[in-house]
T-cell receptor
Framework: DAKTTQPTSMDCAEGRAANLPCNHSTISGNEYVYWYRQIHSQGPQYIIHGLKNNETNEMASLIITEDRKSSTLILPHATLRDTAVYYCIVRVAIETSGSRLTFGEGTQLTVNP | EAGVAQSPRYKIIEKRQSVAFWCNPISGHATLYWYQQILGQGPKLLIQFQNNGVVDDSQLPKDRFSAERLKGVDSTLKIQPAKLEDSAVYLC??????????????FGEGSRLTVL
């Protein structure tokens, strides 16, 4: 699976949009971009994933550049409960063997009041 | 829908002792994973099961770690004998298989192991 690069930490004001970047310059054509987050003392939680097109769900939006070498996770109105470590992961969809995810160090997002 | 259940939540043992962690995945999830998360690091996959067969155990320290998933449902991860460096949170996750596979893993809250 391709390697990803994320900033170690970021801060965001409550109520503002949080934009978390991720570089994945070696991504292959069949690799998806996934985002998970991990709130302190909990297991990681799935947020969103995409292949080429931008995606949006009730939690966040995922913007993938046209060359697919980078992406941005957007939390439109960050709250204090969004304080967590955010992981960007690229992964091949292996239909016959389930979802193998390789986690990096992630970005510690702190939402300030 | 019930989530992934893990026990115990916390365990403290001395080095060279043994410990076992239990996981009950979400009903109907064919794939089960055990991850190890050392403080300050991202989770690292130890072993992946599909039903009751092992798909990937390449990062499992087989001299001291073992895992089984009898009957393709619950799973147990055992460490014997434990070392200081095994202090970590052990996370269990499960996912659907094949055509329903969106890549979404559901994680339990983890079992925190401290080896003294």
């Amino acid at each position: 699976d391709a390697k990803t690069t994320q900033p170690t930490s970021m801060d965001c004001a409550e109520g503002r949009a949080a934009n978390l970047p991720c570089n994945h310059s070696t991504i292959s054509g069949n690799e998806y971009v996934y985002w998970y987050r991990q709130i302190h003392s909990q297991g990681p939680q799935y947020i969103i994933h995409g292949l080429k097109n931008n995606e949006t769900n009730e939690m966040a939006s995922l913007i993938i550049t046209e060359d697919r070498k980078s992406s941005t996770l957007i939390l439109p109105h960050a709250t204090l409960r969004d304080t967590a470590v955010y992981y960007c992961i690229v992964r091949v969809a292996i239909e016959t063997s389930g979802s193998r995810l390789t986690f990096g160090e992630g970005t510690q997002l702190t939402v300030n009041p | 829908e019930a989530g992934v259940a893990q026990s115990p939540r916390y365990k403290i043992i001395e080095k060279r002792q043994s410990v076992a962690f239990w996981c009950n995945p979400i009903s109907g999830h064919a794939t089960l994973y055990w991850y190890q998360q050392i403080l300050g690091q991202g989770p690292k996959l130890l072993i992946q099961f599909q039903n009751n067969g092992v798909v990937d155990d390449s990062q499992l320290p087989k001299d001291r770690f073992s895992a089984e998933r009898l009957k393709g449902v619950d799973s147990t991860l055992k460490i014997q004998p434990a070392k200081l460096e095994d202090s970590a949170v052990y996370l269990c996750a499960s996912s659907l298989l094949r055509g329903e596979n969106t890549g979404e893993l559901f994680f339990g809250e983890g079992s925190r192991l401290t080896v003294l």
